[in-house]
């Protein structure tokens, strides 16, 4: 019988939590999947046709990136359209920093999942019964599916949900919180986790799948909803998992302009369809900027938005979709016409003012093409993950994509590996302090979280530098230091995962000495291919407890990446 120490106290610091008393339930699996979008519940669902699977997801189901997700699924389906082209516009929109075999097992197994997905009753839109694809930034042929017009992630996401309500042996925790992994002997062995009546529960499982998707709230203004707070990235660190490209936090351009959180996301494919975005003067300033002009990549339209800002001493500018027909933009865009209603504003007859957001989170938990981190027994997919496959910048539409075709590897990976490993063990030594921790004072939590956010989003937002980050950093640890040891409390834990991964985003930013993609550093404002087709990788040193910040060049996995277990 093994017996599991756990995450949370493995020796390299202060345990994280307390037990404070709370009842310890147990329960396992043979595979644990810990998060509810896309990527989540495509490996839930393939991975319940041989195994046992539970599901913990830290809110309800349609409280997920997935679930707000408007834009589409970029694939190569179009008869004008080829692998060999979603890759070269991958890699372009990723500049130089994508790992090429990553981004060819996306688009080439990327057009099949899109069936399956149909074929399991999603409604993508169709004309004259062809799927209608939709022009996005950087793709050079329109290649987005879509469906609701601008509500493909609830439609997606509510087709998957229903696969796991219909008699899945999926066993779904919604609002159930993750504190951290269960490592024993260096392989994951399960999870720890914190439901809503403050109860805790051991889960024990052969296989653990990390799909806890981004950290958009370690921002002010984020399109990302309440719950992503880097929990997957934090805790994948703190069970001593390798993460990579944590600088790179992608913004999109076109966010409501306001001070709601989360804000309305205005979907690229607005652009896609015609609109137009103007500064104060009503020009057009893509024009010119970019042989794309509005559909250049992410990354370039935010750049050139942000020299608006600092040229017209403003915090925003305008989406213009009045030249549009009105029926029509009602139709394409239900959820941004509503969305905007609600706020007050008309999309077919007023200028939308509009600031960047940040949105997708590129860093992760290293990964291989199949899911596998560099702890065996824990896979990671989705936006946790970082699979290498946006490079610098990611392309639109590749996110949902993504979660399709690396959940579904990891599926097919687990299946091969929990089929030679050992069985789950059925014991563990948990580490958990035992003195009862009174915690923060859920005002003090509520306003260290809102400083935080301002913090980043001033120091190491779209633009950053050496002095700025430095100043970040010493203002997380000030406020590290401040706080008392959480208790079993989740609006605590999550501060304490964003304070972890807003250390380790800014760590990342002080390292990478250039600007490139979504990573712009005023003080070395030029890429440098020669010293920086670099990725970062950052992790736990297991004998120190320290932070460790180092790199790798492109197209490496590093020493620390195993092999394959
Ligand atoms: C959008 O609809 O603009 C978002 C699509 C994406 O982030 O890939």
């Known amino acids: 019988m093994n017996a599991a120490q756990t995450g949370p106290g493995t ?4 345990p994280l939590i307390s037990r404070s008393g709370a009842d310890l339930r147990y329960s396992s ?63 372009e929109a990723g500049v130089g920093l994508c790992d090429d075999d990553a981004v060819r097992v996306l688009v080439e197994e990327g057009p099949a999942r899109v069936q399956e997905l149909e074929a399991m009753g999603t409604k993508f ?27 493909t992630g609830s439609v997606v996401a509510s087709a998957l949900a229903q696969a796991i309500y219909s008699g899945t042996r999926v066993e779904l925790h919604e609002n159930e919180f993750v504190i951290d992994l269960l490592v024993d002997a260096g392989r994951c062995v399960g999870a720890l986790s914190l439901d809503r009546d403050g109860e805790l529960t051991v889960t024990l499982a052969r296989a653990v799948v990390l799909a806890c998707g981004g950290a958009g709230q370690v921002f002010a203004h984020t399109t990302n909803p309440l719950v992503a707070t880097g929990d997957g990235q934090a805790m994948a660190y703190r069970a001593g998992a390798v993460m990579r490209d944590m600088e790179f936090m992608q913004f999109h351009p076109t966010a409501f302009y306001g001070t709601e959180n ?15 975005l103007r500064d104060d003067a009503g020009g057009r300033f893509m024009v010119g900027s970019h042989p794309r002009a509005e559909l250049a990549p992410r990354d370039v339209v935010v750049r050139h938005i942000k020299r608006v800002f600092d040229r017209d001493g403003t915090d925003h500018v305008w989406l213009d979709a009045r030249h549009l027909e ?40 290293l990964t291989d093409t199949w899911g596998r981190t560099t702890i065996p ?78 913090l980043m989003s001033d120091l190491c937002g779209i633009v950053r530098d050496r002095d700025g980050l430095q100043k970040a950093a010493d203002e997380i640890e000030a406020m590290k230091a401040s706080l008392a040891a959480p208790g ?27 600007s490139r993609g979504v990573h712009l550093r005023s003080d070395f404002p030029e890429r440098d291919d020669e010293d920086w087709r670099r990725h970062v990788l950052l992790e736990l040193d297991a004998d120190t407890g320290e932070q460790k910040v180092y790199t790798i060049p492109v197209g490496q996995r590093g020493s620390a990446a195993r092999e394959g277990s």
């Open 377 to 454: 027994g824990l896979y990671a997919c989705g936006e946790t993950a970082s699979t290498g496959i946006h490079g610098a910048n990611r392309l639109a539409s590749n996110s949902l994509l993504e979660g399709l075709v690396f959940g579904d590897r990891t599926v097919r990976e687990l299946n091969r590996y929990l089929s030679v490993s050992d069985p789950a063990v059925r014991k563990v030594k948990l580490d958990l302090a035992d003195e009862p921790r009174k915690g923060n004072d859920p005002a003090v939590v509520a306003e260290k979280r809102a400083a935080l956010a301002l």
């Open 125 to 151: 839109d169709r004309r004259d019964g062809k799927l209608i694809l939709a022009s996005e930034g950087a793709h050079s042929v329109p290649r987005v599916v879509r469906a609701g017009g601008d509500a």
């Open 11 to 14: 020796g390299r610091g202060a």
């Open 488 to 514: 079993l409390d989740v609006a605590e834990l999550e501060l304490f995962n964003l304070l972890t991964v807003a250390e380790h985003m800014v760590a990342s930013a002080v390292m990478r000495e250039e």
């Open 262 to 276: 989360p804000t309305l996301l205005l979907t690229e494919a607005l652009r896609g369809e015609g609109a137009y």
């Open 326 to 365: 009105c029926g029509f933009l009602r139709e394409r865009f239900p959820t941004v016409f509503n969305g905007l209603k609600a706020r007050g504003y008309d999309l077919c007859t007023q200028l939308i003012p509009i600031a960047p957001a940040s949105h997708y989170f590129i860093g992760g938990a």
């Open 29 to 91: 699996y043979d595979v644990l999947v810990i998060g509810g979008g896309i990527a989540g519940l495509t490996a839930a669902v393939g991975a319940a046709h041989r195994w046992h699977v539970g599901l913990i997801t830290k809110g309800d189901l349609d409280e997920t990136a997935t679930f707000l997700a408007q834009g589409g699924i970029a694939a190569a389906i179009g008869d004008y359209d080829s692998p060999e082209l979603h890759l070269k516009d991958t890699l």
